[in-house]
């Protein structure tokens, strides 16, 4: 039972590089979400998928894109990755009005 | 502004005793509040929550209290054993319709053996 996958587990990039971290649900979740987590800080959200089809910005959106491929994937890309970026990324799927299911996270440096 | 936050950063405990985390949040309108649990390297796992109508829930060696008086939540853990030693997150829905949670920033448990 996989729950979240998130793939790559760790990435260092060079300052204006870019990459896309990708994220699969196998719950048939409507609901996926991208987080960025700082040391001492709780999770941000950058962008979510309230279902397939839609996205909307979060709290933390600039400097990111989101694809919502299909039902099961939902992408986080940085187009031009800056120091700032260096962060814990992860990604949560969800029906409307239950708790989100977490993965295990991508460690990204941004050099 | 309006945030969901923790009392205490840290909280140290002994095996075998019961630990409780707190956490405040200003949103009157919130109506649903989980509780996270996450070890190092991992990514957030679902503990409990509770929803506005009620006031306390129970799971398995876990209690969650809602103060809607005083805009105030915890979190008992009974019994703590060193396997709980991890950072609790308390999270909040805001409002009716699709909105999404609003972390806090976390407590760390620490259980000494």
């Known amino acids: 039972n996989a729950g979240v996958t998130q793939t790559p587990k760790f990435q260092v990039l060079k300052t204006g590089q870019s990459m896309t971290l990708q994220c699969a649900q196998d719950?048939?979740?409507?609901?996926m979400y991208w987080y960025r987590q700082d040391p001492g800080m709780g999770l941000r959200l950058i962008y979510y998928?309230?279902?397939?089809?839609?996205?909307d910005k979060g709290e933390v959106p600039n400097g990111y894109n989101v694809s919502r491929l299909n039902k099961r994937e939902f992408s986080l890309r940085l187009e031009s990755a800056a120091p700032s970026q260096t962060s814990v990324y992860f990604c949560?799927?969800?029906?409307?009005?239950?708790?989100?299911?977490f993965g295990d996270g991508t460690r990204l440096s941004i050099l | 502004g309006e945030s969901v936050g923790l009392h205490l950063p840290t909280l140290s405990v002994q095996e075998g005793d019961n630990s409780i985390i707190n956490c405040a949040y200003s949103?009157?309108?919130?109506?649903?509040f989980i509780w996270y649990k996450q070890e190092s390297g991992k990514g957030p796992q679902f503990i409990i929550d509770?929803?506005?109508?009620?006031d306390k829930r129970q799971g398995q060696r876990v209690t969650v209290l809602l103060n809607k008086t005083v805009k105030h939540l915890s979190l008992q853990i009974a019994a703590t054993q060193p396997g709980d030693s991890a950072v609790y997150f308390c999270?909040?829905?805001?409002?009716?319709?699709?909105?999404?949670?609003?972390f806090g920033k976390g407590t760390m448990l620490l259980v000494s053996p």
């Open positions: 949560a799927s969800s029906e409307y009005g239950q708790p989100q299911h």
């Open positions: 719950m048939n979740h409507n609901s």
């Open positions: 998928s309230a279902s397939e089809g839609t996205t």
């Open positions: 949103n009157s309108a919130s109506d649903y």
């Open positions: 509770i929803r506005s109508n009620m």
């Open positions: 999270a909040e829905n805001r409002g009716s319709g699709y909105s999404t949670l609003t």
